[in-house]
C-alpha cells in the first residue's frame, strides 16, 4: 500500500458544487502540504500544515480551504469549483529536517479534478 | 524570496544520449537543492538531492552538483533509456526544510 494516499484519484464535477479531496499517510509524518499542479506552471503551493494545531496558507490558497483531522489526515476542499480550478492536485508529507534525514517530500498519486 | 529555474522542454533523445536539464535557482540562507521525477499516472518521488555547496547528488545513473558560485543545479545522465522517459522537477528547500519551491518540470521522451 502507498504511504500517501489521496481520494479519490480522478473526479468530474460542475461549476459550483463542493469538492474534497482526501489525503491520508502512513509514514508517521508530522507536516503536511497540498500542492496544485498545471501544465507549464510546475507544482504550486495550496495549503500547508506543520502539525494537527498548524494550518498555512501557500501562494494560490484562494478559493480552497483546508482541515487536518488528525496526524494522518489533511483533506482540501473547493466549496463552490470553477473551471480554473482543474487540475491535478497532490498531497504530500515531510518530516522535521534534522540534517540526518532527507528532508524531502513524499508524495501521493495525485486527483486530477475536472470542472465542467 | 527563493524560486527556481528550469530548463524548458520538451526534450527528445535517441536512446543512449547524454542528458542535460538545466536547473539554476535563487535562494536565502543554506538551501537543499532535489531533482524529482514524475513518471506518466504517478506522483513525484525523489531522485536525488545535495545538501550543501560542491555535494553530488546522484542515483540510477543521474547526477547533480550543488554549486553555489553559479547557483546551479544541473541534472546530466550519460546514456538515457527508454524507462528514463518521464518529467523532472528541480526543487529547493530552505534553510530549515519548511518550504519547498518547485521548478516548471522537464519533460523528457526518450526513444529507442
Known amino acids: ?6 481520494t479519490p484519484r480522478n473526479r468530474i464535477t460542475k461549476t ?17 502540504y497540498w500542492y496544485r499542479q498545471d ?12 502539525d494537527v494545531k498548524d494550518i498555512n496558507k501557500g501562494e494560490i490558497s484562494d478559493g480552497y480551504s483546508v482541515s487536518r483531522q488528525a496526524q494522518a489526515k489533511f483533506s482540501l476542499s473547493l466549496e463552490s ?5 482543474t487540475a491535478l492536485y497532490f498531497c504530500a508529507t515531510s518530516d522535521l529536517w534534522t540534517g540526518k534525514n532527507t528532508g524531502e ?4 498519486e495525485g486527483s486530477r479534478l475536472t470542472v465542467l | 524570496g527563493n524560486s527556481v529555474t528550469q530548463m524548458e522542454g520538451p526534450v527528445t533523445l535517441s536512446e543512449e544520449a547524454f542528458l542535460t536539464i538545466n ?4 535562494a536565502t540562507g543554506y538551501p537543499s537543492l532535489f531533482w524529482y521525477v514524475q513518471y506518466p499516472g504517478e506522483g513525484l518521488q525523489l ?27 544541473h541534472l546530466e545522465k550519460g546514456s538515457v ?30 526513444i529507442p
Open chain 1, 1 to 6: 500500500d502507498a504511504d500517501v494516499t489521496q
Open chain 1, 16 to 32: 459550483g458544487k463542493r469538492i474534497m479531496l482526501e489525503c491520508s499517510q502512513t509514514k508517521g509524518h508530522d507536516r503536511m
Open chain 1, 39 to 50: 501544465p507549464g506552471l510546475g507544482l504550486r503551493l495550496i495549503y500547508y500544515s506543520f
Open chain 1, 81 to 85: 469549483a470553477i473551471p480554473n480550478q
Open chain 1, 105 to 108: 517530500l513524499f508524495f501521493g
Open chain 2, 23 to 26: 536547473c539554476t535557482y535563487t
Open chain 2, 47 to 73: 531522485l536525488l538531492k545535495a545538501t550543501k555547496a560542491d555535494d553530488k547528488g546522484s542515483n540510477k545513473g543521474f547526477e547533480a552538483t550543488y554549486r553555489k558560485e553559479t547557483t546551479s543545479f
Open chain 2, 81 to 110: 533509456q527508454v524507462s528514463d522517459s518521464a518529467v523532472y522537477f528541480c526543487a529547493l528547500s530552505d534553510s530549515w526544510g519548511n518550504q519547498f519551491y518547485f521548478g516548471t518540470g522537464t519533460s523528457l521522451t526518450v
